[in-house]
């Protein structure tokens, strides 16, 4: 008569490869997933950049005209 495992017994043979695979996966998912967020914050933060350097630009350039037009020769 076979001896009865446990609930507790550790899996052996192809059972551990399996749960070993299955966590392996996992973990590469994982991984690929932390990879694809640092990707996305670095695009995002790119983008703030971008908009700042853009609405800078903006500004200096109207400032650059108000101060053409409060010395303009006009009466």
């Known amino acids: ?8 017994a550790l899996p052996r043979g192809r ?11 996992g973990l590469k998912s994982r991984s690929g997933q932390a990879t694809l967020e640092y990707i996305l914050v ?10 700042l350097e ?3 630009s903006a500004a200096r350039r109207s400032a650059r005209q ?5 010395t303009s020769d006009y009466p």
């Open 1 to 8: 008569m076979p001896a009865q495992r446990s609930s507790f």
């Open 15 to 25: 059972e551990t490869a399996k749960l070993l695979d299955m966590e392996l996966s």
């Open 42 to 51: 670095f695009v995002a933060l790119i983008a703030v950049v971008w908009a």
């Open 54 to 56: 853009y609405f800078v």
């Open 66 to 70: 108000t101060a053409e037009l409060v």
